[in-house]
T-cell receptor, first 113, second 113 residues
Framework: GDSVTQMEGPVTLSEEAFLTINCTYT??????LFWYVQYPGEGLQLLLK?????DKGSNKGFEATYRKETTSFHLEKGSVQVSDSAVYFC????????????FGKGITLSVRP | NAGVTQTPKFQVLKTGQSMTLQCAQD?????MSWYRQDPGMGLRLIHY???????DQGEVPNGYNVSRSTTEDFPLRLLSAAPSQTSVYFC????????????FGPGTRLTVT
């Protein structure tokens, strides 16, 4: 079946540090890939997405590239801010799967001033 | 445009009690889903619906019931609450299959004692 594996957390960084959060996937079909972010006390919101191989999703300084050859969708940001502190979820959806999202376990990012 | 709304925000139940978690969306989305979020588990799909009158089971459906009589509403019923159902519940909706962004509600935090 479909699955998403995220690196273990939590992650603590100093402000302006470089961020990488690893995500790999397995899918029976040809998936679309997503990163969702959950700020404290809130629901999830879409951060970025990519729908085909070699696509790069980007938003708010975050980027992730859909790598079919390595089945990966790693999230990166060049300089994190305190306001980026949140839980980050990698997810996939396979066309024809009725919009069902398969999530990774999530990783908590804390950014220190 | 309120997006996806959920009520209540918090609820405490005793074992064996029943209740309904409400979810509504005003975006005319066909697809709606219920997820539960547990520490270290990510989000897991409980039930989903591809349109009014059509529902199906997700990954963890036991102990929950859903119906979809209108496009806007997708209530989740706990038939006989158990401590294992203590969780945060999120409702989500999306416009079309697979690629489109899912919009999440703010969540309901349920505790079963």
């Amino acid at each position: 079946g479909d699955s998403v594996t995220q690196m273990e957390g939590p992650v603590t960084l100093s402000e302006e540090a470089f961020l990488t959060i690893n995500c790999t996937y397995t899918a029976t079909g040809y998936p679309s890939l997503f990163w969702y972010v959950q700020y404290p006390g809130e629901g999830l919101q879409l951060l970025l997405k990519a729908t085909k191989a070699d696509d790069k999703g980007s938003n708010k300084g975050f980027e992730a590239t859909y790598r079919k050859e390595t089945t990966s969708f790693h999230l990166e940001k060049g300089s994190v801010q305190v306001s980026d502190s949140a839980v980050y979820f990698c997810a996939l959806s396979v066309a024809g799967a009725n919009s069902k999202l398969t999530f990774g376990k999530g990783i908590t990012l804390s950014v220190r001033p | 445009n309120a997006g996806v709304t959920q009520t209540p925000k918090f609820q405490v139940l005793k074992t064996g009690q029943s209740m309904t978690l409400q979810c509504a969306q005003d975006m005319n989305h066909e697809y709606m889903s219920w997820y539960r979020q547990d520490p270290g588990m990510g989000l897991r799909l409980i039930h989903y619906s591809v349109g009014a009158g059509i529902t199906d089971q997700g990954e963890v459906p036991n102990g929950y019931n859903v119906s979809r009589s209108t496009t806007e509403d997708f209530p989740l019923r706990l038939l006989s609450a158990a401590p294992s159902q203590t969780s945060v519940y999120f409702c989500a909706s999306t416009a079309r299959n697979g690629v489109a962004e899912q919009y999440f509600g703010p969540g309901t935090r349920l505790t079963v004692t």
